[in-house]
């Protein structure tokens, strides 16, 4: 047996414990496994393919990033192959992908991977690709399964710095709007908000209501406390309006989502009369070592993935279920997003010990 592993789309902390698991696996097996470099790159022959043994996977569980390396620019659907003149075309490469994969003797393939990455192995198994996904990303808006790995130190990465932002902002009696990563999911925002006791939550799920948003400010000043701390997640919009994007202005470019803690900062400054400041988190959020939760997940779900080669589940995803580790199909996983489940306890708790989510 001859297995292939790649990640896909952004990274996460984790995807290193994943490989090493899947791996050491499949090893004890007695399988061949091998690591695609840069998404698909490395199978169509713009990478490098690379045997994975015992050596190159020790002493990578505890280390961000992957050692496979990544991209969110390589769909083998619509891969961008420069031409002559210097544009960009999108081609389809999904032929000669599988042909090579099958030149190089591949059984069955583990792809890494958040939506983006699921939705192109769906496509792969569907034109006969073996191949099974593990869910991830730091946002932890995949359905099907109760966390991805990522998520809890992005969390843990994105409290600290609510931590820190508590000091300085009741120091000066400023508010300080952080802006977390989550696309247009708030769970790092709500999780982390929570877990650092920001006083204002913002989230995609919940449109806000500036008045709302500056209410709340004004009325915790009147309690004798001077200072905010306000997380806004990265896709959050005002009732009636759009989310904020950034970039674009460059041929080619695309936008993305971003922009929002300085749009507040503005609009809470001109509205309260505080001194607002603001910060993006940014991709502080995917960097660094995971958190023991997420070794353990990325371990189970690494673990997981090679026994769902081996009962040959084609287009299906390892997944949490707690306490379960099971395998749903990809499609299942990919009907609807994820999304803060606005009746979750945790969201209650959160309005009871005083949070304003804006509404
Ligand atoms: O999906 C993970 C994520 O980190 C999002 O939270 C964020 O919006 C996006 O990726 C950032 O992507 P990039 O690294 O391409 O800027």
Redesign the pocket.
């Known amino acids: 047996m001859r297995i292939a592993i790649t990640t896909g ?2 990274d ?1 902390p984790g995807l290193n414990a994943v490989i090493r698991a899947a791996v050491l696996t499949a090893i004890d097996r007695g399988w061949h496994v091998l690591g695609v470099k840069k998404g698909y790159a490395g199978l169509l022959g713009d990478d490098e393919v690379i045997p994975l043994t015992r050596d190159e996977v020790r002493g990578i569980g505890h280390l961000g990033g992957t050692i496979l390396r990544t991209t ?1 620019r390589g769909n083998p659907f619509s891969y961008p192959v420069r031409q002559p003149d210097g544009s960009v075309l999108e081609v389809d490469r999904s032929d000669e992908l599988l042909e090579n994969a099958r030149n190089l003797g591949i059984n069955a393939l583990i792809s890494i991977g ?1 939506d983006g990455s699921l939705a192109i192995a769906q496509k792969l198994a569907q034109k006969g690709l073996r191949v099974v996904c593990v869910p991830k ?3 932890n ?1 995949v359905s099907g399964t109760l966390s991805t790995f990522g998520f809890d130190t992005a969390v843990n990465t994105a409290m600290e710095a609510i931590d820190k932002l508590h000091t300085t902002a009741e120091s000066h009696d400023r508010v300080i709007i952080m802006e977390v ?3 247009h999911a708030g769970f ?1 925002a709500l999780h982390s908000g929570v877990a650092g006791a920001a006083h204002v939550i913002l989230i995609p799920e919940i449109p806000y209501d500036l008045a709302r948003v500056c209410e709340a400010i004004v009325t915790r000043e009147k309690r004798g406390r001077f200072f905010d701390v306000v997380v806004a997640a ?2 959050a919009f005002p009732k009636g309006g759009i989310e904020s994007v950034m970039g674009g202005s460059l041929p080619g470019q695309a936008t ?3 922009g929002i803690a300085e749009r507040l900062s503005g609009q809470i400054q001109e509205k309260t009369g505080k001194e607002c400041r603001s910060l993006v988190l940014g ?1 502080l ?2 960097g660094g070592m995971p958190t023991g939760y997420d070794r353990l997940l990325a371990t189970r779900f690494g673990g997981a993935a090679v026994q769902a080669v081996e009962d040959a589940k084609w287009g299906h995803m390892v997944a949490l279920q707690s306490p379960n580790i099971v395998t749903i199909p990809i499609e299942d996983a990919l009907r609807a997003p994820k999304k803060v489940d606005l009746g979750h306890d945790l969201m209650r708790t959160a309005r009871r010990l005083g949070i304003s989510f804006g509404d």
Do not use: V, Y
Request: hydrophobic share 25%; aromatic share 0%.
């Open positions: 789309g952004g996460a969110n958040g990303t730091i946002d808006d990563m989550g696309r790092i990265e896709g993305r989502i971003g991709h959020q995917r």
